[in-house]
């Protein structure tokens, strides 16, 4: 599209590394050669792409990034992500989720950066008997700390908008899947254990469901904000909050039946009761973006499971 990105990322091991790097071959970021914090990469593929390994709460690093760059605008989707990691380790949200975003905040601020867009979640609407979900729902009930640091991120942006006068979007995402996707998600997890012929946990026995939005939809989505510029949608000029989903959740098992048909496998079942931290449904009203944004998702559950599959048998061809 034309413009000079800066991408960033730590390269943790929250998840396979490997699949990081692969991403970064993809961007002509030779992954041989990522291995010293703060340090600049120039893509080989992409003139106008440099990559940084950087952790988002150094602060010291963070201030080189912004001082060294006239950003245009800062789009920040990295963050420890996962409902049920959060149970088991709470303080790596804290130390991204919070102080590392107050990092973002702060270069945005000191850099006069005129645009901030970030994820958001779904999660932040907890267990909301309200469907579809709306951006003037009551979220401040949330059932995981992973949701906690979301809408905190939310207080956050929308004081440091008031006060400071630059722009920030929010953007609650609602069950991104996609290739090159997380493989701590559900579909992931799956895909690999009915691949294996081990049984995939069922939670709440299956009453589940999801409004699952297809990556490519949620790229149209926030280039669409980035190109049109920033809408507010709230009692403060300066903040919006959107959401971002497909807007047809779809029942967990029939889900799964989808996954079994694109992989030629009969999935084995482990029933289980509802897992702490978890939501039953989700559901979003996008129209807000739709109006604003003219955002139309057009990619159905049946497109994205067979690209997903497609990718994941060439990605993984050992587990075939």
């Known amino acids: 599209m034309g413009h000079d990105v800066i991408g960033l990322d730590n390269i943790n091991d929250y998840y396979d590394v490997n699949l990081k790097l692969a991403r970064l071959n993809e961007l002509g970021i030779d992954s041989q050669v990522v291995t010293h914090e703060n340090k600049f990469f120039q893509s080989t593929t992409f003139q106008n792409f440099e990559f940084i390994k950087c952790d988002l709460?150094?602060?010291?690093?963070?201030q080189i990034v912004?001082?060294?760059?006239?950003?245009?605008?800062?789009?920040?989707?990295?963050?420890?992500?996962?409902v049920r990691y959060s149970l088991e380790h709470p303080e790596k949200y804290i130390s991204s989720n919070i102080v590392g975003f107050f990092n973002i905040l702060e270069g945005c601020k000191n850099n006069d950066v005129p645009h901030l867009i970030y994820a958001s979640s779904s999660s932040v609407y907890g267990n909301s008997a309200s469907?579809?979900?709306?951006?003037?729902d009551n979220t401040d009930c949330p059932v995981s700390l992973y949701a906690a640091t979301k809408k905190s991120n939310e207080l956050m942006a929308y004081t440091y908008s008031h006060l400071y006068?630059?722009?920030?979007?929010?953007?609650?995402?609602?069950?991104?899947?996609?290739?090159?996707?997380?493989?701590?998600?559900?579909?992931?997890?799956?895909?690999?254990?009915?691949?294996?012929n081990e049984k995939i946990p069922v939670y709440n026995n299956g009453n589940l469901e999801r409004d699952f939005t297809y990556i490519d939809d949620v790229i149209e989505g926030i280039n669409k904000i980035i190109e049109k510029g920033f809408i507010s949608n709230s009692d403060n000029e300066n903040n919006a909050i959107y959401n971002l989903g497909n807007g047809k959740p779809v029942k967990l098992m029939n889900f799964i039946n989808l996954l079994e048909k694109e992989l030629k496998h009969k999935a084995t079942y482990e029933m289980l009761p509802m897992q702490d931290g978890d939501v039953y449904r989700t559901w979003t009203d996008i129209n807000e973006l739709k109006v604003n944004y003219k955002y139309e998702p057009s990619k159905n559950i049946e497109y994205g499971i067979h690209q997903f599959v497609k990718w994941y048998l060439d990605f993984y061809p050992k587990n075939n």
Do not use: H
Not at 131 to 136: C, E, R
């Open 57 to 62: 709460e150094n602060t010291k690093a963070m």
């Open 66 to 82: 912004f001082t060294k760059y006239k950003f245009d605008i800062v789009c920040n989707l990295a963050a420890q992500a996962g």
């Open 131 to 136: 469907t579809p979900f709306k951006t003037s």
């Open 165 to 196: 006068n630059f722009k920030t979007t929010g953007l609650r995402f609602f069950t991104v899947y996609g290739p090159w996707g997380r493989p701590d998600m559900a579909y992931f997890k799956f895909t690999k254990s009915i691949l294996k």
